[in-house]
């Protein structure tokens, strides 16, 4: 479940990356900013919708976007890899949640323990309880680390007990 913050948060790092690695580079190319303005403008907008389809509830659309925000923003050759702090970020929670690896069908504990957001103990200790399953090469499947993320949050009540006032 996401929460108004999570969307916030993640419409914030998509224009934060949007501007270093798309605009900044065409404004010094360009020697201006100011053919850039209605540019900006635009993503700005297109990144309210992009948050909004990569946390909403339809999966397919939300791996889409990944896909499309993954390829413009993060080109290159080789797979998409990133270093395990970029799942720490909210376009990783987020893609994490659509995706889970977009480009590998398993990952290190170590990142999953990042995709997850605990401790690579905290990875194997799930692993071990058959809460995230472990590939047969290693690691463990993005699958079940997406599954996770995805699944229903148990509410939890606060309750007041005369021994905690």
């Known amino acids: 479940m996401t929460t108004t913050d999570d969307h916030v948060e993640l419409v914030a790092e998509l224009v934060r990356v949007l501007e270093t690695r798309l605009l900044d580079p065409l404004e010094i190319l360009l020697a201006s900013d100011e053919p850039l303005v209605p540019i900006r403008e635009r993503l700005r907008v297109e990144a309210e919708v992009w948050a909004a389809q990569l946390l909403g509830a339809d999966r397919e659309r939300a791996t889409l976007t990944a896909a499309r925000l993954i390829g413009a923003l993060f080109p ?16 990783g929670r987020a893609v994490a ?19 997850l957001g605990i401790t690579r103990q905290g990875v194997h200790d799930l692993v071990k309880r058959g809460k995230l399953d472990r590939h047969p090469d290693g690691g463990v499947t993005t699958s079940s680390i997406r599954d996770r993320l995805n699944r229903p949050q148990e509410s939890t009540r606060a309750t007041t007990r005369p021994d905690h006032q």
């Open 97 to 115: 949640r659509a995706t889970g690896h977009p480009a590998a069908a398993a990952v290190s504990y170590a990142t999953a323990g990042a995709m």
């Open 76 to 91: 290159g050759d080789a797979p998409f890899d990133p270093p395990t702090s970029w799942w720490r970020t909210a376009l």
